[in-house]
């Protein structure tokens, strides 16, 4: 495994100015960099301003308004900065996790491009010593009907599964939707969430002058080059010529990576560790003696290349995937080599820690690049983009939306509609139980991990509604973290933080800058309301084709603590004769909602509002009720209201229900329209089951928080008020049948 | 009892299956602890591991398994000495990626072909008990469905339809994908495998492969115990 091929000893081109055009620089940009070097660059050199400075790696449009998001609580060990977020979970234990985009990858080659994405997320996460213990993602493709949308879910499926099945990670929840916002730019991103113990987190920050760099992992090959700058750009109709930027995974050598890492990580071998994703060697080495505060010297000779003939422009740009690199104690460098050797995986010394603040780079002891560290990275450009507040369109009174014939045939349309039908065609190619501590399979609120030999477990969801987003980026932004806070809650668990995974259009133009700084503002109003702090996170810009952005998507992964297996529960109704509780205000909200846009083709209206006061109210309320065991089954209400979800208990449990007129019963919302009761998407809602309603009811009132019973679980049809009694039976096919049917299955 | 869990490189559910067999065997369920009766981990260079009672081949995907699922694994030192233990008569329980072994390695007849479907299936399937007659079923009644979870991309059993006669009269058949009820249907088979055939055994019943995870509904947090009954017997067979 040691040979390495033979680099290409040519020097590296005249930078003119249509080079500089081509790698993305401004001309302020590529000012700057003469400025910095005190001269031109060469070609080298100026692939590594490019991808340093691409958006991807710098956040330069994004970064001014990331700042304003609470990152902090007692609970968190590292928030962003690091290649992941670290909270402290109790009992010496640490979880680790963050969501990342591979979104402009997964459009031109989907397969390759979700399994590297799952690749890279996954090493962000052992990177900081943690052993992954669940996979998440959220999924976004244009219209149905779009051509490309059939092979796009195809790929993206298949790729998901096939790495994280092989590394052995199981993937136990997420999200897929449909909207024609995505037909040119589909979003792909991944979340991964680890275990560590406390006192043995794992950083990137360099220390040690002279001390050994060690590229350990797969050979470097010419995949993946300027793959940084790919996602810093808009598509056109030749981006399909982007191919070759697409990174080829490996999941079986990432599993190696894991466990060897692991297994290194054990001892005190290891000074500071960081993988090599976006921008690949420049990128990480770059980062090490940022933070290090000190320099870095390669020889790239020694970096072992899967071909002959690379350029030191390749290596130190490539985007090969499951590639780590190290620092390590000198003493123990033995030690190392033999772990790494024991898994079949290359281990080469590549360099070393200086004092000079610089990057030199040489080839067989000649200098190809030498650039300072801290002034190209402080000198990372950081824009206050021009942006325009959305105009927030007005409220839609549900007077103004038709209502349907019949609430049974209007709930069985929505049930089987691409946006609300069950995804088990997506989640059954993934492997979901391997490692066995799930405990909440997918399908529910949010998925249940076992804290390996314990009776505890970590809640996790990820979510967004970009109807909302797009309505009123910052009711939007609140609303996301609102719903991931309410899932977590929904099982029983106490939310802890949030990873957000911001995917927008170009910032460059105003109105799209508006949804991203709308958003955050929602994002950093809600998280500090609900006491979740942002411990890390990505931003995707630039998801545009021919001029046209995607609806504006801030993904929202949470994790929560469940402190006793015991005491949780799902969303399938356990017994008849139970009563079933609406908790929480319903004033039939339907601007922005399913119901308006699926079943009547009509996109507007103000997206609902959030009541951050209203929603922690009602959650501790539930999540106490759940901890107490005073709760059968419990549902979050979120797209589709209540009829949606009931239907998704009903199915989920196998047993019906019997809804009343909420006429009969002024507390339920007497003056809302019966279809406004039934499908607006009112917020801050649950529904639960239970055998004692009466004390259930009582405790509500003593929590100020609205509750009333809606109707009683039994039998094997559905019947909501306005409708047919609609058996479970064809409920099911309707919500069982679309995806399948659709793939061609 | 005595236990070996062969652990390669790809291998993703050897602590599952140590975890399962632990908790069968009523010792703590401290896994990092061998001498406590836990099973031992024998890494795939290792030809030379203890004298043990039973060889577990756990899932996951060996080397890979980038060529035939099992392939590579069939030719590693650790299973080299498998084989040689297997033909000796020790107890070999191969699942998942372990029975693709046990076929890539010729102990048990037949091979793994891609599900009929061509996707990766992970989910609850119910599995009819063939025979109460063996080792590993001892605990089960004939007949009997369990509800156990696959999760394969090659889990498409076939054999030749002389073979799959012969083995049918000797009762190498050990499990069969059917109804909740036990009905064994078209319907019930959820990657095209010949006759319904979830696992087999070798002619002397001392080798058994199996697709489904017994070690996944082992455990009631999990949702399920029809899988510990396998690991119960095999501990008391074996003790």
């Given at each position: ?30 000012g ?16 590594i ?62 397969y ?67 909207d ?21 987190i794992f ?66 071998a ?46 130190m ?56 560290i ?36 209007a ?7 691409p ?17 066995a ?34 309505a009123d ?10 719903e991931?806070?309410?899932?977590l ?6 939310p ?17 800058m ?6 955050i ?23 545009e ?6 609806p ?37 909200h ?57 239907a ?10 019997t ?16 279809h ?19 004390r ?39 919500h ?10 | ?6 652990v ?15 908790r ?17 981990m ?26 035939r ?59 009819r ?12 009644q ?55 055939v ?42």
């Amino acid at each position: 495994m040691s040979e390495t091929a033979r680099p290409n000893l040519e020097r590296s081109g005249e930078v003119t100015p249509e080079i500089v055009a081509e790698h993305g620089l401004s001309e302020d940009e590529y000012g700057q960099v003469i400025e910095i070097l005190g001269r031109e660059p060469n070609l080298l050199e100026l692939g590594i301003f490019s991808v340093m400075w691409s958006e991807h790696c710098s956040y330069k449009s994004s970064k001014v308004w990331l700042k304003t998001l609470p990152t902090k609580a007692p609970h968190v060990i590292h928030g962003p900065g690091e290649n992941a977020g670290v909270i402290d979970i109790g009992e010496g234990l640490a979880a680790i996790f963050k969501m990342e985009s591979h979104n402009h990858p997964s459009f031109i080659e989907p397969y390759q491009g979700a399994a590297t994405g799952v690749g890279g997320i996954l090493r962000d996460v052992f990177t900081m010593g943690a052993r992954p213990v669940a996979n998440l993602n959220s999924l976004r493709f244009g219209d149905p009907d779009h051509p490309k949308t059939r092979h796009l879910v195809s790929g993206v499926v298949a790729g998901v599964g096939g790495y994280g099945n092989c590394v052995g990670v199981p993937t136990v929840g997420g999200e897929v939707d449909f909207d024609p916002g995505y037909n040119g730019n589909i979003l792909v991103n991944a979340m991964t969430v680890g275990i560590a113990p406390k006192d043995r987190i794992f950083t990137s920050e360099a220390s040690g002058i002279g001390k050994p760099i060690v590229y350990v992992g797969s050979k470097t090959g010419r995949d993946g080059i300027h793959g940084a700058t790919m996602a810093s750009a808009e598509f056109d109709d030749e981006s399909a010529e982007k191919r070759p930027t697409v990174q080829v995974g490996d999941p079986f050598t990432e599993k190696l990576l894991i466990e060897a890492c692991l297994e290194l990580m054990a001892t005190d071998a290891i000074v500071a560790i960081q993988d090599l994703g976006a921008a690949g060697l420049t990128c990480s080495s770059f980062e090490m003696a940022s933070k290090g505060g000190l320099g870095v010297e390669l020889d790239l000779e020694t970096v072992p290349c899967r071909e002959d003939g690379m350029t030191p422009y390749e290596m130190m740009l490539s985007e090969s995937q499951e590639r780590m690199l190290m620092v390590i104690e000198p003493a123990k460098e033995g030690l190392a080599r033999a772990v790494f050797e024991k898994w079949d995986l290359d281990f080469a010394v590549i360099g070393r820690l200086t004092d000079s603040g610089r990057m030199v780079l040489k080839l067989n002891g000649a200098v190809v690049g030498d650039l300072p560290i801290d002034p190209l990275a402080e000198a990372s450009p950081e824009y206050q983009r021009p942006w325009t507040p959305a105009p927030r369109p007005d409220d839609l009174a549900p007077e103004n939306v038709p209502a349907p014939e019949d609430t049974g045939r209007a709930l069985l349309g929505l049930i089987g509609s691409p946006d609300l039908c069950s995804r088990r065609w997506v989640w059954e190619q993934y492997d979901h139980m391997v490692m066995a501590d799930t405990v909440g399979r997918p399908g529910g609120d949010a998925a249940l991990v076992r804290i390996h030999d314990s009776e505890r477990a970590l809640a996790m969801t990820a979510d967004c509604t970009p109807r909302y987003c797009q309505a009123d980026p910052e009711a939007g932004g609140a609303q996301a973290v609102a719903e991931a806070w309410r899932n977590l809650t929904a099982v029983g668990a106490q939310p802890l933080a949030v990873t957000d995974n911001l995917n927008f259009g170009n910032p460059e133009r105003p109105e799209i800058m508006g949804q991203l700084v709308g958003c955050i503002q929602g994002i950093g109003a809600a998280c500090e309301a609900l006491g979740t702090p942002v411990v890390s996170g990505n931003v995707s810009l630039y998801n545009e084709t021919n001029g046209k952005g995607i609806p504006p998507t801030p993904v929202i992964g949470a994790v929560g603590l469940i402190d006793d297996i015991a005491r949780t529960t799902d969303t399938a109704f356990k017994a008849a004769g139970e009563a079933i509780v609406l908790i929480g205000e319903t004033r039939g909200h339907l601007g922005a909602s399913i119901y308006l846009r699926d079943a009547l083709g009509r996109r507007e209206g103000a997206a609902p509002p959030v009541d951050l006061a209203a929603e922690k109210r009602n959650g501790d309320l539930v999540r106490g009720l759940i901890r107490d065991r005073r709760v059968s089954a419990c549902h979050d209400l979120a797209d589709g209201g209540l009829a949606v979800a009931l239907a998704e208990m009903a199915l989920a449990g196998d047993l019906g229900a019997t809804i009343e007129n909420p006429a009969s019963a002024p507390e339920n919302g007497a003056e809302t329209p019966l279809h406004a009761w039934l499908f607006g998407e009112d917020q801050a809602r649950y529904l639960i089951t239970t055998a004692e309603p009466a004390r259930l009811l009582d405790a509500a009132r003593t929590a100020g928080v609205p509750a009333a019973q809606i109707g009683v679980t039994g039998g094997a049809s559905l019947t909501l008020p306005g409708g047919a009694p609609i058996s479970l039976g064809e409920l099911r096919a309707a919500h069982e049948g679309w995806l399948p049917r659709y793939m061609g299955d | 009892m005595k236990a070996a869990v062969v652990v390669f490189p790809g291998s993703n559910c050897d602590r599952d299956v140590q975890v399962a067999l632990t908790r069968s065997m009523g010792a703590a369920s401290d896994t990092k602890a061998p001498s406590n009766g836990a099973p031992i981990m024998v890494w795939h260079k290792d030809a030379d591991f203890d004298k043990v009672d039973l060889i577990v081949l756990p899932g996951g995907f060996s080397y890979g398994d980038y060529l035939r699922c099992g392939a590579m694994a069939a030719h590693s030192p650790a299973m080299r000495e498998v084989v040689r233990r297997a033909k000796a008569g020790v107890p070999v329980l191969g699942i998942c990626n372990g029975f693709q072994m046990l076929t890539e390695t010729g102990l048990l007849p037949g091979a793994l072909l891609r599900n009929a479907r061509l996707k990766f299936v992970c989910r609850d399937v119910h599995i009819r008990v063939e025979t109460s007659q063996t080792l590993f079923t001892s605990r089960y009644q004939a007949g009997a469905a369990l509800r156990v979870p696959i999760a394969h991309h090659d889990g498409n059993y076939t054999a030749g339809a002389d073979q799959l006669e012969r083995m049918e009269a000797r009762g190498q058949i050990a499990f069969r994908y059917c109804e909740a009820d036990g009905a064994v249907t078209e319907a019930a088979n959820p990657n095209g495998a010949t006759r319904n055939v979830a696992g087999v055994y070798n002619e002397a019943k001392t080798v058994l492969g199996m697709m489904p995870h017994p070690e996944r509904l082992a455990d009631p947090a999990l949702g399920g115990i029809d899988g510990r009954p396998l690991f119960d017997g095999l501990v008391e067979a074996l003790s």
